[in-house]
Nanobody
Framework: VQLQASGGGLVQPGGSLRLSCAAS????????IGWFRQAPGKEREWVSF????????YYADSVKGRFTISRDNAKNTVYLQMNSLKPEDTAVYYC???????????????????WGQGTLVTVSS
């Protein structure tokens, strides 16, 4: 069972990146998927969540309107499209899978069963 996050890199302010979270050993569409990030010297922060059944999406206020989470069940992959990136978006981004989580708890990392290894996003000119 493994989650693989990828797609990070260096981008200028205002640019875009698309992160991918690919699963192996299990089927992602049975899980709610969250994206978290951790900037240097800061605590881990919840970014976004997509539910397993209806694909409902949720975002932190800091990224709402700029980031879009989606899933491609045929590819067993969840994406995070990040537009209008800002220097404060610089962080290591992690995806995580939750077999069962209620909506009021999606921001809590310990509600998730599996974690990817993280991918670094650097927004800088």
């Amino acid at each position: 069972v493994q989650l693989q996050a990828s797609g990070g890199g260096l981008v200028q302010p205002g640019g875009s990146l698309r992160l991918s979270c690919a699963a192996s050993g299990f089927t992602l569409d049975h899980y709610g998927i969250g994206w978290f990030r951790q900037a240097p010297g800061k605590e881990r922060e919840w970014v976004s969540f997509i539910s397993s059944s209806e694909g409902n999406t949720y975002y932190a206020d800091s990224v709402k309107g700029r980031f879009t989470i989606s899933r491609d069940n045929a590819k067993n992959t969840v994406y995070l499209q990040m537009n209008s990136l800002k220097p404060e978006d610089t962080a290591v981004y992690y995806c995580a899978a939750a077999g069962s989580v209620i909506l009021t708890m999606i921001r809590r990392g310990n509600e998730y069963d599996y974690w990817g290894q993280g991918t670094l996003v650097t927004v800088s000119s």
